[in-house]
């Protein structure tokens, strides 16, 4: 979409009409609607179109409205409007790039855009011709459309220059090749025509420029309110004073004879200064070298020199030179020789029956001879610079220029000139008009009826003036204008342009288009001068004056002139002044000759293309915007052809198409012609038409070709076409698309089961492995069970290992937590002594580090209950009981002993008290006592008196029964008289008090549990003994024999 929203053209907003996707279209039908004001946008669509003053009527119209360029079909017509109006921007390049023709408002670059389009979709070449007077902006236009193309043409890297150098080359051009004229301050005086070279791609790749007939005459005369060409100026005015020295040129053109002539030498629109910087900055982009520059300069300057080149006449007769100081920057700025260079001017060799003669030229032929060889040094750089150009633009790369590649030429050249004084010049330039004529009705209006003819089509004859009586008066061989001029300066004798004249009346006095003053009836003599013959032009009667045709058509230069500068040393004229010329002895052809045949050459070029027309009219003389002159008008309308054009557009078709070329075309819009068509061509157009509902009127099919009458209805296909176009690049798209999507995902496809399978075989190879590898170890272990009693062999290492292994893993996990936890896994056989070590240290280990972490009273108490169990273990009956109570520091507080005691014992302090029970040694009385321990002895207390003090030396021993009884014995020495005998005692915490004094009076060892009875000592030597029986309770009593009987229950365990 190439546009949004709606969209204020220029060129009034009334033509936009921004559609339903947002495109600009059907501008033509809406512009109807506002004719009234700004008429209609193409001729065709003028009602009255056969009058001259609605056309004039209408372009006039849109000329106040600053709507310049109307379309006759697709003819553009533009009217300079010799201002700047703001429709040349990249935004309107943009806008119209890729549109067709008709959809949008008339434009230079809606035919540069088409053209451009045909040339890439029909490969074929194509020209622009643009025509029109001096002045009606025919230069500007193909500038405009260089520009176009430059920037909206795709660009190849390497030739993104190209489009630069394009447009540097029209500075540089016209700054040698234009000059002010009369009627165009910028007039170009030579024809161009540039050839564009666009590769298949549509990339410009290259330019090639033909130069016409260069006004040379100019360089040494100009009429007045005329100008030389601008380089002169260019280089007086923008030189460096350096540079200007260095050429010994002054600054002011006053001074130089050349440029004075028209004494004009400042123009407002011009700014010489700007130029020639323009100029400077262009020539090396152009790949002109420094040197090349300065020797261009050179001989711009001997131009001014020469002009300035004086002669005197001397007493004799005889010529001489009077400017010294002229003729010495000539022969440094022409690098020849110096008397050579004054021999030259003013003498001439002549070759008489193969002999050389120098004769001395007079005076007048001395200072034509000077002019003469200032125009062929200005005309053949000209030439030369062109080459030059050529060169910069010529496409050198062999790929672009590969046959694919098409050309688009433009055509600038002169219009149609009619002067007050019209010269050689203005006939050659009308002939080109006259040749430009035929060919437009050669190509339009005849070639439009034939074809018309041929196909079979009915036609109403146009009227149209057929220009080529006229083309044949000029260039007819032996009989025509030129071929006489040519004859007259051929011939030996006395021949002068009155002769010539003469010659002219003679032979074509009667032809219905020349005329002059002898042949003229009276009334047109009045207005004819005598040395003038008319033409009747196409475009209308011009007058030309003899006086300088032969002259001109000789265009002499004197061979003495050409051999001096044959030798110069300036690299540049001596490539245009060439050895072999001046070797030649036949005579080169006239100029008018040589302009007829470039001009059928230029035919030929344009034959072989497409045409476009731009025809240019210009509103003023006076270079004014805003004023439009009618009668200039009209006339321009008139010999331009726009009416005969116009006249034959309503009579015919708007558009013709060969029937391959439309079906091509359209082909999508029906559905039984699309995608190919296989029945005739003209079945398949018509199927077509029929389709897109074409009312009889509309169009015709002629043998080869379809022909629609109205623009309307193609635009009404073309964008049925654009509609269409979504819906074929879809179905192209959706099948490349699917194409390369079921190419991708087949390849995606391949990779991923090559993949896979590469996996999958890695992993089958790993599980592969691994199963081997457990067969291998099942089978290992099978036989290791089946060897296992054997000794460790290579049938069982596997398994006992694993045995041994699974052992050590598994003990890991189940170790003891605790020192009392006694479980433990059973060994296999093999490690039974190792597990046993295990076993042990691993108990060692739990004891040290439970004996680590216990606290010094717990330890105490451990140790007590430690020899407690060394004494009582496995001998006494209750001792199992025991061993979960505690043993306690003391089982009596230090209030409980009476102090009478504690004084008694003194420093001997009580470590551990208990409550006891005695029982006299004999009768068996029980008492109650306190048994107290000190660190010396063990003290028996009744109540507040020591009842006995034993001595832990006196201490013999420590008796119990095995029972669960509380009962013991503390055998003393008999010796000791002190005492009275051993001592029996009931404790009810009888292990903690035998421990405690065991451990005090260090006799563990000491302590006796006895089997059956315990016997003790009485005083003198007497013996008492305690028996122990088992019964239902505890009972202490004298027994039988005198003996203490101690009944001890059963425990019940
Ligand atoms: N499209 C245009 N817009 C503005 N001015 C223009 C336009 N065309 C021509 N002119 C003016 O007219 C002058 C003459 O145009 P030019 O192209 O040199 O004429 P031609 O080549 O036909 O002799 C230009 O210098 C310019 O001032
Ligand atoms: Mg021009």
């Known amino acids: 979409?190439?546009?949004?929203?709606?969209?204020?053209?220029?060129?009034?907003?009334?033509?936009?009409?921004?559609?339903?996707?947002?495109?600009?279209?059907?501008?033509?039908?809406?512009?109807?609607?506002?004719?009234?004001?700004?008429?209609?946008?193409?001729?065709?669509?003028?009602?009255?179109?056969?009058?001259?003053?609605?056309?004039?009527?209408?372009?006039?119209?849109?000329?106040?409205?600053?709507?310049?360029?109307?379309?006759?079909?697709?003819?553009?017509?533009?009217?300079?409007?010799?201002?700047?109006?703001?429709?040349?921007?990249?935004?309107?390049?943009?806008?119209?790039?890729?549109?067709?023709?008709y959809e949008i408002s008339p434009h230079i670059y809606a035919v540069s855009g088409n053209t451009y389009r045909a040339m890439r979709t029909e490969r074929k070449d194509q020209c622009i011709l643009i025509s029109g007077e001096s002045g009606a902006g025919k230069t500007e236009t193909s500038k405009k459309i260089l520009l176009y193309y430059a920037f909206t043409c795709p660009a190849h890297d390497c030739m993104a220059s190209l489009g630069d150098r394009l447009l540097q080359s029209t500075p540089v051009l016209e700054a040698f090749g234009n000059a002010k004229t009369l009627r165009n301050d910028n007039s170009s005086r030579f024809g161009k025509y540039m050839d564009v070279h666009f590769d298949f791609r549509g990339v410009p790749v290259g330019g090639h420029i033909l130069n016409y007939l260069l006004e040379k005459s100019r360089v040494v005369h100009q009429n007045h309110g005329e100008r030389n060409f601008h380089i002169f100026y260019q280089l007086l005015g923008g030189g460096e004073d350096e540079l200007l020295k260095r050429l010994g040129l002054e600054r002011s053109p006053q001074k130089y004879r050349y440029l004075v002539k028209g004494n004009c030498s400042r123009v407002s629109s011009i700014n010489d200064n700007n130029s020639w910087k323009a100029v400077r900055k262009a020539l090396p982009v152009l790949g002109f070298t420094e040197e090349e520059v300065q020797e261009l300069l050179n001989i711009v300057a001997s131009v001014l020199h020469l002009g300035n080149t004086q002669f005197g006449e001397g007493d004799e007769g005889e010529t001489h030179i009077t400017t010294e100081a002229q003729i010495k920057s000539l022969t440094e700025l022409l690098g020849v020789d110096d008397s050579a260079l004054r021999q030259a001017l003013t003498h001439k060799k002549l070759i008489a029956n193969g002999e050389e003669m120098i004769s001395p030229l007079n005076f007048e032929q001395a200072g034509s001879a000077r002019d003469a060889l200032a125009k062929?040094?200005?005309?053949?750089?000209?030439?030369?610079?062109?080459?030059?150009?050529?060169?910069?633009?010529?496409?050198?790369?062999?790929?672009?220029?590969?046959?694919c590649s098409s050309f688009i030429g433009l055509l600038d050249i002169y219009g149609f000139e009619v002067l007050q004084h019209n010269s050689f010049e203005q006939f050659c330039i009308?002939?080109?008009?006259?040749?430009l004529q035929q060919l437009f009705i050669e190509l339009t209006l005849r070639c439009e009826q034939e074809e018309y003819e041929t196909e079979g089509i009915a036609w109403e004859t146009v009227q149209y003036f057929d220009n080529k009586i006229i083309c044949d008066l000029i260039e007819e061989k032996h009989k025509g204008i030129i071929s006489i001029?040519?004859?007259?300066?051929l011939r030996p004798g006395e021949a002068c342009d009155i002769s010539f004249l003469e010659k002219l009346e003679d032979s074509l006095g009667g032809h219905a288009h020349f005329l002059t003053h002898k042949l003229a009836n009276g009334k047109t003599r009045r207005i004819m001068n005598r040395e003038d013959f008319r033409l009747l032009h196409y475009a209308g009667e011009v007058n030309y004056n003899v006086s300088g045709f032969l002259e001109k058509n000789n265009d002499l230069l004197y061979r003495s002139l050409k051999e001096v500068m044959c030798q110069s040393n300036n690299q540049m004229l001596s490539q245009f002044f060439c050895r072999e010329e001046v070797i030649d002895q036949k005579r080169p052809e006239m100029a008018a000759t040589q302009f007829k045949n470039s001009l059928t050459k230029l035919m030929d070029i344009l034959m072989s293309k497409e045409p476009s027309y731009v025809r240019c009219i210009k509103p003023n003389d006076a270079k004014q915007p805003g004023r439009f002159e009618e009668v200039l008008v009209r006339h321009q309308v008139k010999y331009l052809g726009l009416m005969e054009n116009l006249r034959v557009r309503r009579a015919g078709f708007a558009y013709r198409r060969r029937f391959e070329a439309f079906l091509q075309r359209y082909k999508p819009l029906c559905s039984d012609t699309w995608p190919n068509w296989h029945g005739k061509l003209s079945e398949g157009v018509s199927t077509l038409v029929q389709h897109l509902g074409y009312k009889p009127e509309e169009y015709k099919l002629g043998r080869s070709k379809i022909f629609i009458r109205f623009p309307k209805t193609l635009f009404a296909t073309e964008d049925a076409l654009e509609a269409k176009k979504p819906v074929i690049v879809l179905t192209l798209q959706t099948a490349w698309r699917g194409y390369r999507e079921r190419a991708k995902y087949h390849r995606i496809r391949r990779a991923v089961i090559v993949i896979q399978s590469a996996?999958?075989?890695?992993?089958?190879?790993?599980?592969?492995?691994?199963?081997?590898?457990?067969?291998?170890?099942?089978?290992?272990?099978?036989?290791?069970?089946?060897?296992?009693?054997?000794?460790?062999?290579?049938?069982?290492?596997?398994?006992?290992?694993?045995?041994?292994?699974?052992?050590?893993?598994?003990?890991?996990?189940?170790?003891?937590?605790?020192?009392?936890?006694?479980?433990?896994?059973t060994p296999p056989p093999s490690l039974t002594e190792a597990s046993e070590h295990l076993r042990r240290m691993h108990m060692q280990n739990m004891v040290r580090k439970y004996c680590r972490s216990i606290m010094p009273e717990w330890r105490k108490q451990l140790e007590q209950k430690v020899v407690a169990s060394e004494i009582f273990k496995g001998q006494k009956d209750n001792y199992p009981h025991s061993v979960a109570k505690l043993?306690?520091?003391?089982?009596?507080?230090?209030?409980?002993?009476?102090?009478?005691?504690?004084?008694?014992?003194?420093?001997?302090?009580?470590?551990?008290?208990?409550?006891?029970?005695?029982?006299?040694?004999?009768?068996?009385?029980?008492?109650?006592?306190?048994?107290?321990?000190?660190?010396?002895?063990?003290?028996?207390?009744?109540?507040?008196?020591?009842?006995?003090r034993i001595d832990y030396a006196a201490l013999r021993g420590i008796s119990v029964s095995q029972l669960s009884d509380g009962i013991f014995v503390l055998h003393v020495h008999n010796e000791d008289n002190k005492q009275k005998g051993d001592v029996v005692l009931h404790s009810d915490h009888v292990f903690?008090?035998?421990?405690?004094?065991?451990?005090?009076?260090?006799?563990?060892?000491?302590?006796?549990?006895?089997?059956?009875?315990?016997?003790?000592?009485?005083?003198?030597?007497?013996?008492?003994?305690?028996?122990?029986?088992?019964?239902?309770?505890?009972?202490v009593a004298k027994g039988k024999r005198g003996h203490l009987l101690v009944t001890v229950p059963q425990l019940n365990t």
């Not at 495109?23 to 506002?34: C, D, G, H, K, P």
């Not at 009308?430 to 040749?435: A, G, I, L, P, R």
């Not at 001029?485 to 300066?489: A, F, K, Q, R």
């Open 992 to 1035: 903690e008090v035998i421990t405690k004094v065991a451990i005090m009076a260090d006799t563990t060892n000491h302590v006796n549990i006895s089997q059956g009875s315990i016997r003790f000592a009485v005083a003198r030597g007497k013996e008492g003994i305690i028996d122990f029986t088992r019964g239902s309770e505890l009972k």
């Open 887 to 948: 043993f306690l520091g003391t089982r009596l507080e230090s209030e409980q002993i009476n102090l009478n005691v504690v004084q008694t014992l003194g420093s001997d302090k009580v470590q551990y008290g208990s409550v006891v029970t005695k029982y006299d040694r004999r009768g068996f009385k029980a008492r109650p006592r306190q048994l107290l321990l000190t660190a010396s002895s063990a003290v028996l207390v009744d109540r507040t008196k020591i009842k006995q």
């Open 376 to 403: 062929a040094i200005y005309g053949r750089t000209f030439t030369w610079l062109v080459e030059k150009i050529n060169q910069s633009l010529t496409d050198n790369d062999e790929v672009y220029s590969s046959k």
């Open 759 to 825: 996996w999958r075989g890695m992993k089958a190879r790993r599980r592969a492995r691994k199963r081997r590898q457990a067969a291998e170890l099942i089978r290992r272990f099978v036989k290791g069970f089946i060897f296992r009693h054997q000794e460790y062999c290579l049938e069982n290492d596997y398994f006992l290992d694993h045995v041994r292994c699974s052992f050590l893993k598994n003990l890991r996990k189940d170790l003891p937590k605790t020192v009392l936890d006694k479980s433990w896994l």
């Open 485 to 489: 001029l040519d004859e007259e300066c």
């Open 1 to 101: 979409m190439r546009y949004r929203g709606r969209v204020r053209s220029c060129h009034g907003a009334h033509f936009i009409e921004v559609g339903v996707e947002g495109r600009v279209r059907l501008v033509m039908e809406s512009a109807l609607t506002a004719r009234d004001r700004v008429g209609v946008q193409d001729f065709v669509l003028l009602e009255n179109y056969t009058s001259e003053a609605a056309f004039i009527e209408n372009l006039q119209r849109r000329f106040r409205e600053n709507l310049i360029y109307t379309y006759i079909g697709s003819v553009l017509v533009s009217v300079n409007p010799y201002k700047d109006l703001e429709i040349y921007s990249r935004q309107h390049m943009e806008r119209y790039r890729g549109v067709s023709f």
């Open 430 to 435: 009308n002939y080109c008009n006259e040749k």
